[in-house]
């Protein structure tokens, strides 16, 4: 049977037409940069089975949760009032597998106090924050639940999407829970800023409704991170509690070559003696033709893999052996 496709900011996104699973990340709080990638491999093909609205609402909407987070400002506690810095915020996740494990974004849990988990059937628990990844706005968290309340959402491949694919997003948007509104996918191969300022490569974009309270803010147009790295993200997140990404420490041009606009002070790269301007032509051998290929190759790679980095400065070709750190907070 072919796996329904889900996912969440707080919102499942589920693609109707058999698409892979998303997962929503637009915040209200925060400002979203997004940018068109031109991909050199061909276009997935949209799946011929199609369900209708109802049809994904039914399957998959005991899996969706309502997210409540308390977190603690810095007003000093006052008599009989308590902590006047005191906040409540509200979004939305999905149960990933049957042990109580539940994703959501990372900004909707970032300084929580304490947080609890409503299910569909109005139940409430408390939750534990098995680990975040602010780089790709997304976390984990744990509930102690029976099975008989838990109904895991299965994600899909997110590489079998394609634009016009139908989107259902389900979630609890101004505290209305168990709310769908649903639209198509209306481009691929967006790039997203993360709360920690690191790129989301290959965002999903989608004309669906992801409301405030999805994790979403309204205006017209959603983004969402593709399903198979919320899988990538989640099964490290729940295997170790954090996850690795390499780093070269370095700012690239928004279009056209490799070009650095940026070289972190200490990091890989200025160790290295790379320098603003200089142009990265290959990894390790392998030719980069775009900023995109060379945040690709990094991507492939581990914290402390040794690469040999080819760039231009000038006009002069120069090798350099880089041993990449992993990425900070």
């Not at 008599?79 to 906040?87: A, D, E, I, V």
């Not at 990933?96 to 959501?104: A, I, L, M, N, P």
């Not at 603003?276 to 030719?287: N, Q």
């Amino acid at each position: 049977m072919k796996k329904l496709v889900a996912t969440f900011v707080g919102a499942a996104c589920i693609g109707a037409g058999g698409g892979a699973g998303v997962y929503a990340t637009l915040s209200p709080a925060s400002t979203t940069v997004v940018r068109q990638v031109t991909v050199a491999s061909g276009q997935a093909t949209a799946s011929t089975s199609a369900f209708s609205v109802g049809d994904v609402y039914n399957r998959t909407h005991k899996g969706v949760v309502e997210i409540t987070v308390t977190s603690s400002g810095a007003g000093s506690p006052v008599p009989g009032f308590g902590n006047p810095g005191t906040q409540q915020a509200q979004g939305s996740g999905f149960v990933y597998d049957s042990k109580g494990d539940v994703v959501t974004n990372q900004h909707v849990v970032d300084g929580a106090t304490s947080i609890s988990v409503k299910f569909w059937d109005g139940t409430t628990k408390k939750a534990t924050v098995v680990g975040t990844d602010a780089s790709d706005d997304l976390a984990v968290i744990h509930v102690d639940a029976p099975s008989s309340m838990l109904f895991p959402i299965a994600l899909g491949d997110s590489t079998k999407v394609a634009v016009g694919d139908g989107v259902i997003v389900i979630g609890s948007p101004f505290g209305l829970d168990e709310t769908v509104t649903s639209g198509i996918v209306s481009a691929l191969h967006r790039q997203m800023t993360s709360p920690n300022n690191f790129t989301i490569d290959d965002s999903i974009q989608t004309d669906a409704a992801i409301n405030h309270g999805n994790s979403g803010g309204n205006d017209g147009v959603g983004f969402a991170i593709p399903s198979n790295t919320v899988k990538a993200v989640a099964t490290q997140l729940i295997a170790g509690g954090k996850v690795q990404h390499a780093y070269l420490g370095v700012g690239i041009s928004s279009s056209g070559a490799a070009k650095l606009t940026n070289v972190v002070s200490g990091a890989p790269a200025d160790k290295a003696g790379l320098q603003v301007g200089d142009v990265i032509t290959a990894i390790d051998g392998t030719k980069l033709s775009t900023g995109d290929d060379l945040r690709a190759a990094i991507a492939a790679k581990s914290p402390g893999d040794t690469i040999s980095v080819t760039y231009t400065r000038g006009d002069a070709p120069h090798t350099a052996s880089v041993k990449l750190a992993d990425r900070p907070s």
